[in-house]
């Protein structure tokens, strides 16, 4: 595992934000989400796809606090432009469950 500098962490700017819309992706080549997410004021909402059908459906995600990396260039994932990554972990079988806080927190809150 390579090792980075404090500052190399800092450089990576981590937010929580609240789903607000969510959407099936069914033109992604792996099945996937379309995700909304509200960072609050400073940010506004800021849009995804996530391949995270395992475990959600766009209604069950709608409201759901997660974490994501708001500061990579966006990215175009097929037809839709990706402007964030929503963080997640691998379960046994490598499906993704999404990382969230789990005590409230205000949207926009960075990581540290």
């Known amino acids: 595992m390579a090792e980075i500098t404090f500052d190399d962490f800092l450089k ?6 609240v789903v607000v819309d969510a959407q099936p992706y069914p033109e992604a080549r ?11 004021d ?3 909402v800021k849009k995804s796809s996530a391949q995270i059908t395992k475990h959600y ?8 606090r997660v974490m994501a990396v708001v ?5 175009q994932i097929g037809k839709f432009m990706s402007e964030i990554l929503v963080l997640g972990v691998p379960d046994d079988e490598g499906e993704v469950v999404l990382i969230t806080p789990d005590k ?9």
């Open 12 to 17: 990576v700017d981590i937010r929580t934000g």
């Open 30 to 40: 792996k099945p996937a989400i379309k995700l909304w997410v509200d960072f609050g």
């Open 42 to 44: 400073e940010l506004g």
């Open 57 to 64: 459906t766009p209604e069950s995600v709608v409201g759901k």
């Open 71 to 75: 500061n990579f260039p966006p990215r």
């Open 104 to 112: 409230e927190v205000p949207k926009g809150g960075r990581l540290y």
